[in-house]
């Protein structure tokens, strides 16, 4: 793989941040890296996992001379490092993100960014209820979309340029407006995580059903809830909050079809259950059959005679 940008600088270095360092130096897109982020500890820890080639703590300092630059922060704090690196970024430069919520992010960083640069929202659908510097690793974006939402006017040579990058990442790339991102991922995205941390909320809060017996039992069912509720809480409170529209009308929606089943449950009416339950089968099989998840059993955990 040709080296794809003289330098690349990486604005926060959790677990998207981190895995993007492992797969640049592993296939060789850009000559440096320059790794950015607030906290100190976390950019120390990022020197000692080899994942840069110079540390700061400064954006704006990050950004200077750089080609690519990638923004990987909650999306709450987009606003701010657009103010911070604006006025450091040299013309040309292709300036994206990772964000799980897109209009926000436009709303956010596109009046800060100079004229002269390529601002290009992006959205890897990659990811794992880690966070972190610790939390990254080669091979993430292997096989997965990669959504960009362009705002009017973009360089097509860009966003070929982009592109081109994503897709050496071993990512699939789409693109559509982001009003329509933030609907589809409020859907596959956002309101799983927020109905497993409800569950995983609803179980602490029982009175009559010891912790223990939460923790005793979970493999039946509770535990795959307890991963996507295990997520960056930062990163899901900012989420809510700027996906805020589309997440409510899916909660309503979710809230209907509840109401549906539990009146189905009351009145043991048992054609409609089915009925529900076999069409949602379905879906799971589609995605397998789409290659975002294997037909592994027990979600792919290691069982005792996979190790003899």
Request: net charge negative.
């Amino acid at each position: 793989m040709s080296v794809q940008f003289d330098r690349i600088a990486l604005i926060g270095i959790g677990l998207i941040g981190s895995s993007l360092a492992y797969d640049i130096r592993r296939l060789g897109l850009a000559k440096e890296i320059v790794v950015a982020t607030r906290s100190a500890d976390t950019l120390k820890r990022a020197e000692e996992l080899g994942l840069g080639d110079r540390y700061t703590t400064s954006s704006a300092e990050a950004v200077r001379d750089a080609d690519l630059i990638i923004v990987s922060v909650p999306v709450g704090a987009s606003e701010s490092v657009a103010k911070e690196i604006a006025g450091s970024l040299k013309p040309g430069a292709i300036v994206t993100d990772v964000g799980s919520t897109k209009a926000s992010v436009i709303a956010q960083m596109q009046p800060h960014m100079p004229d002269n640069v390529h601002f290009i929202p992006g959205h890897p659908l990659a990811g794992t209820e880690k966070s972190g510097p610790d939390a990254g690793f080669p091979g993430l974006f292997e096989g997965r979309w990669c959504i960009f939402t362009p705002v009017a006017g973009t360089d097509e040579t860009a966003l070929k340029r982009l592109r081109g990058f994503w897709e050496a990442l071993g990512s699939k790339v789409d693109e559509m407006d982001a009003e329509h991102h933030d609907k589809v991922l409020a859907i596959v995205s956002h309101l799983p995580h927020i109905i497993a941390y409800n569950i995983v909320g609803t179980a602490d809060d029982l009175e009559t059903v010891t912790e223990s017996e939460v923790i005793k039992y979970s493999a039946s069912g509770f535990r795959d809830f307890t991963r996507l509720a295990a997520s960056d809480p930062t990163m899901w409170r900012d989420v809510c909050l700027h996906n805020r529209d589309a997440i409510l009308e899916m909660l309503a929606r979710f809230s209907e079809d509840l109401a549906y089943l539990q009146r189905a449950i009351r009145w043991g009416e048992g054609d409609k259950i089915f009925e529900l339950f076999t069409r949602t089968r379905t879906i799971r099989r589609s995605i397998i059959q789409a290659g975002q998840d294997v037909d592994a059993p027990d979600f792919g955990r290691p069982h005792a005679l996979d190790k003899k």
